[in-house]
């Protein structure tokens, strides 16, 4: 039953064995925690699983961003080093540069 979840079909035959594999774990959610939380249906697990979905991609889209910053920001450091260490190897002074820079 689990394959049922992978399968994007939705003929009859397909939907039918993904609401049974639904039953299932609304029987079993509610079975293992069976006086800790109240009986939840099957809808309102599909509703949990939809909302933990949305969390987890909006979590990794944030991650995502952060690490491209951090590598963009690694790539200009290290690029800045590099024009530095050319610029001393050519004899330039670094302070004619920033004087230049200035507008």
């Known amino acids: 039953m689990q394959e049922s979840f992978k399968i994007k079909k939705t003929d009859g035959i397909s939907s039918e064995e993904k609401a049974q594999a639904w039953d299932v774990i609304a029987l079993e959610f509610n ?13 309102q697990l ?11 991609r909006a979590d990794l889209a944030e991650c995502h961003v952060k690490l491209t ?13 590099l024009r530095k260490e050319q610029y001393i190897k050519q004899g330039v002074e670094l302070s004619k540069l920033k004087k230049q820079a200035k507008p």
């Open 31 to 43: 079975a293992c925690c069976d006086g800790v939380v109240p009986a939840r249906t099957v809808v």
């Open 46 to 56: 599909k509703s949990l699983m939809k909302t933990m979905k949305k969390k987890v």
């Open 69 to 81: 910053c951090y590598f963009y920001c690694t790539y200009l450091h290290y690029n800045c080093i």
